[in-house]
């Protein structure tokens, strides 16, 4: 028998020696995802990707029933760039018994799309945990785009010793800077034109922190001013934040994030950047 | 690539081979852990007990900081039950941030001790998850005294998909019917003495409704009588509720737990019976 204090040394005496990839998705796969899967092909020996549009994580008035669900292409992407298993549950496998098991993630989910998706952070949580425990990968790959969700399935795992390494891998953007997301679709041609202004105003906002710029208020008035210059965008958010809890700044000392979440019309966009 | 629809299904592709058992305890054990930990060595091929006074459970007015801690006592009852690995970890190696990841399991945790210690299923359930997750093991093993956190956590594995099968264990009880506790040796010469009424009062009841009785409010009232009659006793709660849920119960038309949680002077005992 042995006596063992350190969640390290009592993990290597009981690991296993699989190295298994997950990409977790809602399906509508575009080139952000396939990313993501070759990313994790390069690094796995065995990769799984899921796709499951998780009713958890859309509020009432949200897009779960309009949220597009191409099955077939999108499993001909994960054929194309070399998935091992595809995993495609029904709702009715994923939530078997009414659920009444969730996973908050306090603090990093508190500010941004938590503030005005309430519900949403514990939803992904709550879905993230259970394929994580169905899977058990030893990586799993998650979009930059969606950067409040990848820190706070980060700080889930840290939290709850789960025994894999999140990776983010960087938004893969169109040639005007507009983030891809399943929910560009959405966007008709005028909209589409306008969206290219989110990427525009975060990017202004973190040349001129670069350029020494400290006061958050004073950059963030001048990129609401030029998302609202478009006539077409609705401002939700516009946030400068800590990297790590996603705690909004004053002063700009050290590094930050700049998120913000705009409506075009009845669609809803993210993005963001670092600074 | 094979597209997998079923949790049953892509776990069999992923499956590791070991059979870990994990007996987790606060340690202060006596001989309901050590049955516990039999339970567990005949059933498993590596069996690993886990000691951690986990202050997360605890209220702020409860004992955490008296909770006994009789280590070298412990270790020894663990390497003569044949455990072959005992993790001990610190609070700093169990919560190296401040924890801001929580897991709720609700309904469930809503009555019994659930509504008198508020905090202290969220503060199990997450602390059994990280275990878990340390662990990884195939089984798990939690005493049948402590009912509603058997089934906090039996129902948290099941919402959350994690591979792991609980056994429960059933009660140990000295020869008046007490069961084992930790905190027993908190009480004097005639707190002991009054402490067997609590077995009592839950038999009885069991033989009011095994013999017909339906109305709960007339099995709850006999009960309580009886408690009261001791001049020594403060019922908490006594409560018959179904077996899966534990949402109280009026008329009684199957099988119900009846679970009742006391105060003698200032130590809190726990106890239930099938009916």
Not at 14 to 32: C, D, F, Q, R, W
Not at 217 to 238: C, H, P, T, W
Request: proline share 5%; aromatic share 6%; glycine share 6%.
């Amino acid at each position: 028998m042995r006596a063992v204090h350190t969640v390290k040394e009592i993990r290597e005496f009981l690991e296993s020696e699989k190295n298994i990839g997950l990409v977790p998705t809602m399906g509508a796969l575009h080139a952000g995802h396939e990313k993501l899967i070759q990313t994790a092909r390069a690094e796995c020996d065995v990769l799984v990707v899921s796709i499951f549009v998780n009713p958890l994580q859309f509020g009432p008035n949200e897009d779960f029933a309009r949220y597009p669900r191409p099955l077939a292409q999108d499993l001909e992407v994960c054929e194309r760039n070399g998935a091992d298993f595809v995993f495609v549950p029904s709702v009715q496998e994923m939530y078997p018994l009414p659920q009444v098991t969730f996973v908050d993630v306090e603090r990093v989910s508190e500010h941004l799309c938590g503030k005005f998706r309430p519900g949403h952070f514990r939803g992904v949580a709550t879905v993230v945990l259970k394929l994580l425990n169905v899977v058990r990968p030893h990586r799993a790959y998650f979009g930059e785009k969606d950067m409040q969700q990848l820190l706070v399935i980060r700080r889930m795992v840290s939290d709850l010793n789960l025994p894999v390494l999140i990776a983010g891998v960087p938004t893969v953007r169109e040639s005007d800077g507009l983030a891809l997301s399943s929910r560009n679709r959405y966007l008709n041609a005028e909209e589409r034109k306008a969206a290219s202004a989110l990427h525009r105003a975060l990017q202004e906002a973190a040349n001129r922190i670069q350029a020494g710029e400290q006061d958050a208020a004073k950059v963030r008035q001048g990129a609401v001013a030029l998302l609202n210059d478009s006539g077409m965008i609705r401002v939700e958010y516009f946030e400068i934040v800590d990297p790590v809890e996603l705690q909004p700044v004053d002063t700009i000392k050290g590094p930050v994030r700049i998120a913000a979440a705009i409506w075009i019309g009845t669609t809803r966009l993210i993005d963001n950047v670092s600074a």
